[in-house]
């Protein structure tokens, strides 16, 4: 059974950090691509940082140099630190899974297969 839990999320004030974590469980961690990504109400669901089982990241433009994707395959725990926060960056915030994605579409997200059920990340 496969299990993507994330903790970390909360409220900040505008140019805080917080530290998002996802807790795995279930398959084989270090032979997925991992993510993060985000959704306000009404817009769909973007990709903002991947990691690959090289550690090889990719960002989205609108988190770049703010927010570092890590992982820790000895925990099978995937992490996203955030800094910087801005109000643009209020959202529900997922980790998710993949066992191949598409080298040109790797923060797409129907390439995803599991997903967590979410942390708010709440900035003002």
């Known amino acids: 059974h496969v299990q993507l839990v994330e903790s970390g999320g909360g409220s900040v004030e505008a140019g805080g950090s917080l530290r998002l974590s996802c807790a795995v469980s279930?398959?084989?961690?270090?032979?997925?691509?991992m993510g993060w990504f985000r959704q306000t109400p009404g817009k769909e669901r973007e990709g903002i940082a991947v990691?690959?089982?090289?550690?090889?990241?990719t960002y989205a433009n609108s988190v770049l140099g703010r927010f570092t994707i890590s992982q820790n395959t000895a925990k099978n725990t995937l992490y996203l630190q955030m800094n910087s926060l801005e109000p643009e960056d209020t959202a529900m915030y997922y980790c998710?899974?993949?066992?191949?994605?598409?080298?040109?579409?790797?923060?797409?997200?129907?390439?995803?297969?599991?997903w967590g059920q979410g942390t708010q990340v709440t900035v003002s």
């Open positions: 279930g398959y084989t961690y270090s032979r997925y691509c």
């Open positions: 998710a899974a993949a066992r191949t994605v598409y080298a040109g579409d790797v923060l797409g997200k129907n390439q995803y297969e599991y």
């Open positions: 990691i690959d089982s090289d550690d090889i990241a």
